[in-house]
């Protein structure tokens, strides 16, 4: 099936400090959303992405579709504990008349004080 | 918090055994999708329900089945369960079912012993 590969897997990271994480895929996609999951809850979207090209904020996280739309990039500037957590991109793709959803492995950030 | 419900929060049951989770949709969403995640997994696609009718089946085992109703809530039953069904089973919902994002709830916690 389809994979999304994101990365990097894990990050450690002091406070204060930005943080980038990506998703590629060979396959083409129409939409892009990134959402982050808190311990013991479900995931929650953050910003979702519906065009080439596009880069939209949400406080301090700052997503872009790629122009090729194979990737997606999530920035999170001057990191704080809360931010801790694991991140997730999905894409979304027409397939077969139907509309399919792909989610990536996860980024799990550590953020220390 | 996102709209979706999911009922029990928790669930510990024995190898051999038949659960069923619940989850009622965010209001206005007539679509919803059940992901399974397991211990340092992303998230696999179930299956997914468009206003009372299966839309879309991803990697759901045989033993496991859903349907959504007419009030568009929806039931995962889970039989014959193993040890290795132990997971978080997330449910969540979207308007369309198509090209809107998904919402998730905070998903049922089963471990079978």
């Known amino acids: 099936g389809q994979q999304l590969n994101q990365s990097p897997q894990s990050m450690f990271i002091q406070e204060g400090e930005d943080v980038s994480m990506n998703c590629t895929s060979s396959s083409i996609f129409n939409t892009w959303l990134w959402y982050k999951q808190d311990p013991g809850e479900g995931p929650v979207l953050l910003i979702a992405l519906y065009k080439a090209g596009e880069l939209t904020s949400n406080g301090r996280l700052t997503a872009q579709f790629g122009i090729t739309r194979k990737d997606s990039f999530l920035n999170i500037s001057a990191s704080i504990p809360s931010d801790v957590g694991i991140y997730f991109c999905a894409g979304q793709r027409t397939q077969g008349g139907s509309e399919k959803l792909v989610f990536g492995k996860g980024t799990k950030l550590t953020v220390n004080p | 918090d996102s709209g979706v419900t999911q009922t029990p929060k928790h669930l510990i049951t024995a190898t051999g055994q038949r659960v069923t989770l619940r989850c009622s949709p965010r209001?206005?969403?007539?679509?919803v999708y059940w992901y399974q995640q397991s211990l340092d997994q992303g998230l696999q696609f179930l299956i997914q329900?468009?206003?009372?009718?299966?839309?879309a089946k991803g990697n759901i085992l045989e033993r496991f089945s859903a349907q959504q109703f007419p009030d568009l809530h929806s039931e995962l039953n889970l039989s014959s369960l193993e040890l290795g069904d132990s997971a978080l089973y997330f449910c969540a919902s979207s308007v369309d079912g198509r090209y809107s994002p998904l919402h998730f709830g905070n998903g049922t916690r089963l471990t079978v012993t």
């Open positions: 329900y468009y206003n009372g009718e299966e839309r």
């Open positions: 209001s206005g969403d007539l679509s």
